[in-house]
């Protein structure tokens, strides 16, 4: 039996849906919402990634440029719960550092939350330093641990 074949293209906003369905499975009280994902995809200063498997989305990732810096924020990435374990989160690393690298970006940034040791891992893994604490960044009051990586 053939490997599905997983690729990785543009959001779109038809690909809304799917989506918020995995935005929700994984963030809940944090997640955003349809006309947050209309804005990433549309209108931001940036770009909007997702994996797809047998037409599928299985994962994403949003990046954000910041206004007046070279900085890159990875501003939202996420696997499909059932899809974890198949390195689509380092699939998606991958192309955060190569468009940060076409952009001619100083740094990517992000925020993860200080208990989700798993993203945390692949960060590092990556390239990316902690740098600072957001205190009672989430809904839940939960602390965010601030990460860069150069360029």
């Known amino acids: 039996m053939m490997e599905p074949t997983i690729h990785l293209r543009q959001a779109k906003v038809g690909d809304i849906p799917a989506i918020l369905e995995i935005e929700q499975e994984c963030f809940q009280e944090d997640s955003f919402s349809r006309e947050q994902f209309v804005y990433l995809i549309c209108r ?9 498997e047998q037409e599928r989305i299985i994962a994403y990732v ?4 910041h206004a007046g810096t070279r900085y890159l924020r990875i501003y939202s990435i996420a696997v499909h719960p059932d899809c974890r374990g198949r390195k689509l989160g380092q699939l998606l690393m991958e192309r955060t550092i190569e468009t940060a ?10 925020e993860v939350k200080e ?5 945390i891992k692949l960060y590092m893994k990556n390239g990316f330093i902690p740098v600072g604490v957001k205190p009672n960044y989430y809904h839940d ?4 641990i601030y990460m860069q ?3």
């Open 141 to 144: 009051g939960s602390d965010a």
């Open 149 to 151: 990586r150069p360029m």
């Open 115 to 119: 208990s989700n040791t798993p993203a």
């Open 62 to 65: 949003s990046l954000l440029f």
């Open 44 to 52: 931001s200063k940036g770009t909007f990634y997702v994996v797809v």
């Open 101 to 110: 690298l076409e952009c001619k970006a100083a740094k990517i940034t992000l």
